[in-house]
């Protein structure tokens, strides 16, 4: 089993920053591969972006191309996600997932990390 918790959600104001972190527990994350997902409210969740297990290949959701980095550090066992020039549209609850199979179905999930872009 694999325990995934985020952090590093909150408040920003319209074109400012934040970085989520995605901790694993449990199982080393090095082995899977990593997303991030988001549900806006009223919204369905949708992909944001993912990341391969070795961290050499990276896709983006079209609408955080430019904006927004994921990356990890398989060391500390964590994933992250670099958000700049946030937007009003960024708000939602952010969430990170573990070990995809071929249909990029995730097999973890965190419990979400609430990220409200104020204008």
């Known amino acids: 089993q694999v325990q995934l918790v985020e952090s590093g959600g909150g408040l920003v104001q319209v074109g400012g920053s934040l970085r989520l972190s995605c901790a694993a527990s449990?199982?080393?994350?090095?082995?899977?591969?990593m997303g991030w997902f988001r549900r806006a409210p009223g919204k369905e969740r949708e992909f944001v972006a993912r990341i391969t297990s070795s961290g050499g290949s990276t896709t983006y959701a079209d609408f955080v191309k430019g904006r927004f980095t994921i990356s990890r550090d398989n060391a500390k066992n964590t994933v992250y996600l670099q958000m700049n020039s946030l937007k009003a549209e960024d708000t939602a609850v952010y969430y990170c997932a573990a070990d995809p199979d071929i249909n990029y179905s995730y097999r973890y999930w965190g419990q979400g990390t609430q990220v409200t872009v104020s204008s």
């Open positions: 449990g199982r080393t994350l090095r082995r899977y591969g």
